[in-house]
């Protein structure tokens, strides 16, 4: 019964954040293509209405199933999203569904004297598995896109670095679903080293995009993220060293926690400063805090386990 209730809300929790997530890259890929690549253009929206349709099944499973804490926590949506949701749309033309988001935010938390819906686990379960058909076919998308970039065959706005890292991610998620879904039990809230060298490693690409995307008149932000992704490098290559010697080493911890928690802050008032148009650079606003949801994410995985 504790493994069932254990599988339902790893699987929530998880799905709640990442399918969000991935919407979100395709938004960033349809902003990003040439207006000949009309079919291109077309794929990015139809994967973006898939993860919308599969992100509003999992709001409505997880409707009082989570503890409060855990919709609490800012990975799923922050102060910003709302507004970044439709900066971005205004901006380029791209339909983003905010009910989704307002259904995210009005989640009921879960009332431990009711007790969970018998077949909840079932649905649970079949709804994994249709994501997971999913996350495949974006892979196999994603790396097709990323080879004829290489080959310069085609022309996006998105370095190709990003591209691979936004596959990264979806392997990443893939991995994790999988892990639930194989063995409820799994602790996927676990942060074994080489977990830490993955997220240290999406940091550093993160400093490293936001640099990149400035305006080159903004030199202040230009050295901040800089410092970010050196200090991320570093981070990363001292978890590789780690990983080397053992899978169990202690993860770097504190240190860790200190730099995502400054990256972190400096995203957020990044998004507010791009809300509010005191930035110059070419980054959507709901590109900004994504990133910020995805050192939130890493954050709350690094602090205590919020499902316990
Ligand atoms: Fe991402
Ligand atoms: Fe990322």
Same mark, same amino acid.
């Given at each position: 019964?504790?493994?069932?209730?254990?599988?339902?809300?790893?699987?929530?929790?998880?799905?709640?954040?990442?399918?969000?997530?991935?919407?979100?890259?395709?938004?960033?890929?349809?902003?990003?293509?040439?207006?000949?690549?009309?079919?291109?253009?077309?794929?990015?929206?139809?994967?973006?209405?898939?993860?919308?349709?599969?992100?509003?099944?999992?709001?409505?499973?997880?409707?009082?199933?989570?503890?409060?804490?855990? +919709?609490?926590?800012?990975?799923?949506? !922050?102060? *910003?999203? $709302? #507004?970044?949701? =439709? /900066?971005? @749309?205004?901006?380029?033309?791209?339909?983003?569904?905010?009910?989704?988001?307002?259904?995210?935010?009005?989640?009921?938390?879960?009332?431990?004297?009711?007790?969970?819906?018998?077949?909840?686990?079932?649905?649970?379960?079949?709804?994994?598995?249709?994501?997971?058909?999913?996350?495949?076919?974006?892979?196999?998308?994603?790396?097709?896109?990323?080879?004829?970039?290489?080959?310069?065959?085609?022309?996006?706005?998105?370095?190709?670095?990003? +591209?691979?890292?936004?596959?990264?991610? !979806?392997? *990443?998620? $893939? #991995?994790?679903? =999988? /892990?639930? @879904?194989?063995?409820?039990?799994?602790?996927?809230?676990?942060?074994?080293?080489?977990?830490?060298?993955?997220?240290?490693?999406?940091?550093?690409?993160?400093?490293?995009?936001?640099?990149?995307?400035?305006?080159?008149?903004?030199?202040?932000?230009?050295?901040?993220?800089?410092?970010?992704?050196?200090?991320?490098?570093?981070?990363?290559?001292?978890?590789?060293?780690?990983?080397?010697?053992?899978?169990?080493?202690?993860?770097?911890?504190?240190?860790?926690?200190?730099?995502?928690?400054?990256?972190?802050?400096?995203?957020?008032?990044?998004?507010?400063?791009?809300?509010?148009?005191?930035?110059?650079?070419?980054?959507?606003?709901?590109?900004?805090?994504?990133?910020?949801?995805?050192?939130?994410?890493?954050?709350?995985?690094?602090?205590?386990?919020?499902?316990?």
């Amino acid at each position: 019964m504790v493994s069932k209730q254990k599988f339902i809300e790893e699987s929530l929790a998880l799905n709640l954040f990442f399918l969000r997530i991935i919407k979100e890259h395709f938004i960033f890929l349809g902003a990003s293509l040439m207006l000949k690549d009309k079919q291109l253009i077309s794929q990015a929206e139809l994967f973006k209405n898939l993860f919308s349709k599969l992100l509003k099944q999992t709001l409505i499973l997880s409707n009082g199933q989570l503890p409060s804490k855990v +919709l609490k926590s800012n990975e799923y949506v !922050t102060k *910003y999203t $709302l #507004e970044a949701e =439709k /900066k971005t @749309q205004k901006l380029s033309g791209i339909y983003i569904d905010s009910q989704l988001t307002l259904m995210q935010t009005s989640l009921k938390p879960k009332d431990d004297s009711k007790k969970c819906p018998p077949l909840l686990a079932d649905e649970v379960y079949k709804l994994n598995n249709q994501i997971i058909k999913a996350l495949n076919a974006v892979i196999k998308a994603k790396s097709k896109l990323l080879k004829d970039v290489l080959c310069c065959e085609l022309f996006t706005h998105m370095y190709p670095s990003m +591209l691979h890292h936004v596959s990264e991610e !979806t392997l *990443y998620y $893939l #991995e994790q679903l =999988k /892990k639930i @879904q194989c063995s409820p039990t799994a602790d996927i809230k676990e942060v074994p080293i080489s977990k830490e060298k993955f997220w240290n490693h999406i940091m550093e690409e993160h400093a490293l995009f936001i640099r990149g995307m400035l305006d080159p008149s903004e030199k202040v932000l230009y050295e901040i993220a800089d410092h970010f992704a050196e200090e991320f490098d570093k981070l990363t290559m001292e978890a590789s060293d780690l990983s080397k010697i053992t899978h169990a080493a202690p993860p770097l911890g504190a240190k860790t926690v200190r730099a995502t928690t400054a990256l972190r802050d400096f995203k957020s008032t990044a998004t507010d400063g791009l809300l509010n148009c005191k930035i110059k650079s070419v980054i959507l606003p709901l590109l900004s805090d994504h990133v910020l949801r995805e050192a939130n994410y890493y954050l709350n995985l690094l602090q205590p386990h919020i499902l316990c």
